[in-house]
DNA sequence: AAGTGGTCTAGACCACTTC
DNA sequence: AAGTGGTCTAGACCACTTT
């Protein structure tokens, strides 16, 4: 999966953003300036710009062009599919990862089959991640990894990034994902591992999809309430939702 | 502001699956079908089916053809952006509000300008409103409605829905809006408005914009932590957030 | 009037799935 | 080979903003 002209515009002027050479308030080059910049037609760099516009990076205005919008420094969202792995790296924080079990299973673990009532599947993989940010615990990831497509997962992808094993070694294509966050009561070994000031705890609860719309996993983050927070961009619906 | 030709189409599928006329798990026609169907180019049927697959509500299989996805049945999503109105109408929800502050003010109020610290607006609207679900209290929203661009709020506006009165009434283009969710402790006032167990609440706190980037609005939403269900949907992207 | 974004088209060629 | 979606193009016309 090579990705297409309009998608490479989106990454170049998405990292000018970055690099403060579009700076917030200020309008993007004309399509047409772009258009004649990449050397493309101007349909193609009209995708590039949807894309950053889903994002919430630009805002288009008719007759003015298309302005850069203020994202805000995000504390570590929770929002879009991203792993653990990838916002640390691009947020650059002292973050740290303890896998606590993993371990095959032929059964969907009770904790799952709780919190995920009509999930049929039951061979897969159990990780177990405590994540720590600044030395104190914050998350506790529990996966459950079906098998197939799941085979094995090597403690190395489990301890760095597990989309980046199955993306780059088992070829898989990570696609989507449905969650919901729901506050829920601790139980005391929850209490113990996220050093928990009351019983009280945030749970995401996430299935994620292959592109051919097979689940490949169940995750359940309990987060620590304090340290917890979700960042959402929305645009407004011109569709209702199912 | 007219539909375009795309969203027509979009809307249009969109109410074809609601009403099982395309089933969950099944193809949608093929885009030459649909570029039959609806007589327009296959780019404009490929618009469509970009903005159902955005929501969730289709996964395009190269080769195969777009899948129904089956978005479950949410219990009140958070998503997006859509009044409480909106939602209880769409979702038919026992539901209820009480309207218990609508007062204009020269200065932003306190517990604004403590969760919004950047804020420089001052001149609004101050509005304050109970949700009851099944008669039981479930949210409190505050919202900071700015002047200009909104002068006066009907209390039948309150009553109801903001968004419509703002859109019809007032010609104002809702376009987006930024959140974050946190768990906070909640004040001896929540604690009694909301019939709080403890003293945690869950904040949603959303700053919204108009389509020419303008800020018109702050909320806080205070919900009973019980009755607090976030649902979202979210796709892999490959532009890394700014 | 000139420049901006918004919409739409008809056609081309490619990649993938199925038969 | 035929059908599906994925990408890209060059051009047209419209709506809005600015001068």
Excluded at 152 to 170: G, H, R, T, W
Aim: proline share 5%; with cysteine.
């Amino acid at each position: 999966m090579t990705d297409s002209k309009a998608t490479l515009i989106a990454q170049d002027i998405a990292e000018k953003i970055r690099h403060k050479q579009f700076k917030v308030g200020s309008f993007l080059p004309s399509e047409n300036q772009l258009t004649k910049l990449y050397g493309t037609s101007r349909e193609t760099v009209r995708k590039a710009l949807e894309q950053l516009n889903s994002l919430g990076m630009i805002q288009k205005i008719q007759g003015k062009g298309s302005m850069v919008l203020d994202l805000g420094r995000y504390s570590f969202p929770i929002s879009g599919i991203e792993s653990f792995a990838e916002l640390n790296k691009s947020l650059g924080m002292n973050a740290e990862t303890k896998v606590l079990n993993l371990t095959k299973t032929k059964m969907l673990p009770g904790l799952f089959a709780e919190k995920f009532p009509q999930e049929k599947q039951n061979e897969g993989i159990y990780l177990e991640r405590l994540r720590l940010l600044a030395n104190e615990p914050a998350v506790l990831d529990c996966d459950f990894l079906f098998t197939p497509p799941i085979a094995e997962l090597p403690l190395s992808a489990a301890q760095n990034s597990i989309y980046q094993y199955l993306e780059n070694d088992l070829g898989l294509e990570v696609s989507y994902a449905t969650k919901t966050i729901t506050v829920e009561k601790a139980t005391e070994n929850l209490r113990r591992k996220l050093a928990l000031e009351n019983d009280m705890v945030v749970l995401v609860a996430s299935r994620s999809f292959l592109s051919d719309t097979t689940p490949f996993q169940l995750t359940l983050s309990f987060h620590n309430p304090a340290k917890f927070k979700f960042v959402d961009f929305a645009r407004r619906q011109n569709i209702k939702p199912q």
